[in-house]
């Protein structure tokens, strides 16, 4: 027996995106990925078997573990489905197929075709995966039936199926999620996804926020996210606003947060750009902020280190934060009714 013990994670997997918890579900699960039965194991395995290891002669143990190309890239569709290894999480035992699993993932084809001791082992030990998980993906992959998910199974099935490196599985979840987006969830899961690598996921996340960004910004999540997050969301010429007087808002409320992040003020602050702040909104600010303030503080910052990048030229409006009119009407008696976009800076 050999244990395979998976690599420290590059997210938190206690972060949960999803704000409501819902009540547990559970998914009958086929066949495929049956639990392990010891008085049937020597028989099943005796008859399954395909890849057998022997360590009488270096040279056939190495053409033994070395797979043959059209093997993989053909495989016999009779074989295909014939369990021919066993792998443990925790618990529970699963019969698996290695040709079918080495097709489907990176990760597989290594573990029983890399030339290592898993590849002549009958069994197999992977750690730190959950076996509800690992049971859904097993049936996914040996049936090509649907794949299970909700919101309370869909992070924990994404993050195995990451782990295991099932592409197919790990895009259904990704898709799955960007169905749920909405304005609560939008910013962590902006994070979550950036963690993960699910680059999708990261930009239909992050056009949310970009799109809802006067409604994030007196958020929580708005405060957690990290300076490199801030910076990109604030640089965007996709900001659907109309002044940036929400940037300048939205700059030095992350920044007075906590006074480590005064080091990254003058960084941010140049992100704003000058000829889009209105004048009510600068005289609001400054006339009611008191000394106790923590904003207070940064202004001074700003009186005495002005921001190069706003004494040259005048910046560029954002593109998506102009002023528009839509006008909807035609006749009442119609199933359709016209619909038109006038921008008043244009006269168009």
């Not at 938190?12 to 008085?39: D, I, M, V, W």
């Not at 495989?75 to 295909?80: A, F, G, M, V």
């Not at 690598?197 to 930009?203: E, M, N, P, T």
């Not at 808002?249 to 005064?262: G, I, N, P």
Request: aromatic fraction near 10%; hydrophobic fraction near 35%; proline fraction near 4%.
């Amino acid at each position: 027996m050999y244990s395979i013990v998976p690599s420290s994670t590059r997210f938190n997997k206690g972060s949960n995106p999803f704000r409501t918890p819902l009540a547990e579900k559970q998914y009958l699960l086929h066949s495929f990925g049956t639990r392990y039965n010891p008085s049937e194991a020597s028989g099943t395995m005796q008859r399954t078997c395909a890849i057998t290891a022997t360590k009488s002669k270096a040279d056939s143990s190495e053409q033994t573990n070395k797979p043959k190309e059209e093997e993989l890239d053909a495989p016999d569709s009779e074989t295909l489905f014939i369990p021919d290894v066993i792998l443990q999480v925790e618990q529970e035992s699963f019969y698996v197929n290695r040709q079918q699993l080495a097709l489907q993932s990176p990760y597989f084809r290594a573990l029983f075709f890399g030339c290592g001791f898993e590849s002549s082992k009958n069994k197999v030990v992977i750690k730190g995966v959950n076996p509800d998980h690992f049971k859904t993906l097993m049936e996914y992959s040996g049936t090509s039936s649907l794949l299970c998910l909700n919101r309370d199974n869909v992070l924990g099935i994404l993050e195995t199926a990451d782990f295991l490196q099932l592409e197919h599985a790990r895009l259904l979840c990704c898709k799955f999620l960007e169905r749920e987006l909405h304005l609560s969830n939008c910013l962590g899961m902006m994070t979550y996804a950036w963690q993960l690598g699910c680059s999708q996921l990261y930009r239909a996340s992050r056009q949310v926020a970009l799109t809802h960004f006067s409604a994030l910004i007196t958020e929580d999540d708005f405060l957690s996210l990290s300076k490199d997050s801030v910076a990109d969301l604030l640089a965007s010429d996709e900001l659907t606003i109309i002044k940036d007087d929400l940037v300048l808002e939205a700059t030095l409320r992350w920044v007075s947060f906590d006074t480590k992040r005064e080091e990254h003020f003058l960084e941010l602050i140049e992100l704003v750009r000058p000829e889009c702040l209105s004048v009510p909104f600068m005289t609001e600010l400054l006339s009611q902020m008191k000394s106790s303030d923590p904003r207070a503080k940064l202004i001074c910052i700003l009186n005495k280190h002005f921001p190069a990048s706003w004494s040259v030229g005048r910046s560029m409006q954002r593109t998506k934060g102009r002023e528009t009119l839509f006008v909807l009407g035609g006749p009442h008696d119609q199933d359709t009714q016209a619909l038109y976009q006038f921008h008043p800076l244009k006269a168009v």
